[in-house]
């Protein structure tokens, strides 16, 4: 299918420019095989101040980043290899998390081909391991200490896209296994196709989910429900991850760009303060007490009203109004 609107530069490396007359109105379906284009952020919200002039994100064959406007696009690029992940991609996963302007306010992470990503690269795991890559099995046969060390920092590619403030949807479809399924609940909010295929095999490896996957599928599913599920290695099929509320909705595949798109659109015609606002303070609510989600909620919500105030130009007692 097509995307709406004009073809974009794809940005792999070095400096990506953006602005909002890079970004003119045009219809909500628009993912397709490039990113998603959207209205002017000052259409849709009257304090916005326009997109970020320059970013400069990490260069990785397997990722690709696209920027228009407030929409960050992130598609893994590898399909001949069901886009299996690497330590390097990991490491640009990261990079980019880190690299995302301040006014972007929605990020998509998507895949090309058939399936999201069929998890870690096998080839890491044997002698020699992949060129370009940490000899894995070296450092797990040197000591736990130093494979436990090696795992850190590639847990945020994962971490990291919980705390972006920009609200992160995951594109899925087809097979989304260990690493892939992870990274899928690493976004806030899952859109899938209807083949969809979640699973989490490293079970069948002598290992263990360690990406960040099992807090979000423990507080996603319950914890007896999030055990069986990484226990068996089993597959969770698109009806059966909306139900248990791994997926928000599941579409057609071929509607998969489109519905994504249009969550896109809907996202950013709300303003985007109380946006930003809304997803610490629903993260929060996963670790808060009821009573100290009070002080979050009220907290957030004297911001936006004293914002709102400030905006409408009223003065607080006491305040010159000259």
Known sequence: ????????????????????????????????????????AASLDPGARGYAAEVTFPNH????????????????????QLNAQTPSLWA??????????????????????????????????????MPGEPDMLAAAASS??????????????????????????????GHAIGAGFQLALAADIRVVADDVKFAMKEIALGLVPDL???????????????????????????????SLGIASMAVPADELDSATGDLVSALLAVPSAPLRALKPLMR?????????????????????LHDLARMAGLSGPGASTS
């Not at 929409?71 to 399909?79: E, Q």
């Not at 995302?100 to 002698?127: C, H, K, Q, T, Y």
């Not at 423990?218 to 009806?239: K, S």
């Not at 808060?288 to 911001?303: F, I, K, N």
Request: glycine share 10%; aromatic share 2%; hydrophobic share 40%.
């Open 144 to 173: 736990a200490a130093d494979m436990t060390a090696m795992i850190g920092p590639f847990q945020e590619g994962f971490s990291l896209w919980r705390e972006v403030p920009a609200v992160v949807v995951a594109a899925v479809q």
């Open 61 to 80: 064959p397997g990722l690709r980043c696209d920027l228009a406007g407030p929409v960050l696009t992130l598609t893994l690029c590898n399909p001949a």
């Open 284 to 304: 929060q609510a996963l670790t808060a007490t009821p009573d100290e989600q009070l002080v979050h909620e009220r907290t957030a919500q004297g911001q936006l």
């Open 1 to 40: 299918m097509p995307c709406c609107g004009p073809p974009r530069a794809k940005c792999t490396s070095g400096r990506r420019r953006s602005s909002a007359a890079e970004a003119p109105g045009i219809p909500r379906r628009c993912l397709a095989l490039g990113p998603i284009t959207c209205p002017p």
């Open 212 to 242: 960040g996957g099992t807090a979000t599928l423990v507080h996603t599913v319950g914890y007896g429900r999030a055990l069986e599920i990484c226990a068996t290695g089993r597959t969770v099929g698109a009806a059966e991850a909306v």
């Open 92 to 129: 640009a996963l990261a990079d980019t998390a880190r690299a995302v302007p301040a006014d972007v306010r929605v990020v998509v992470i998507r895949a090309e081909g058939r399936s999201f990503s069929a998890g870690l690269n096998r080839s890491l795991l044997a002698p020699g391991g």
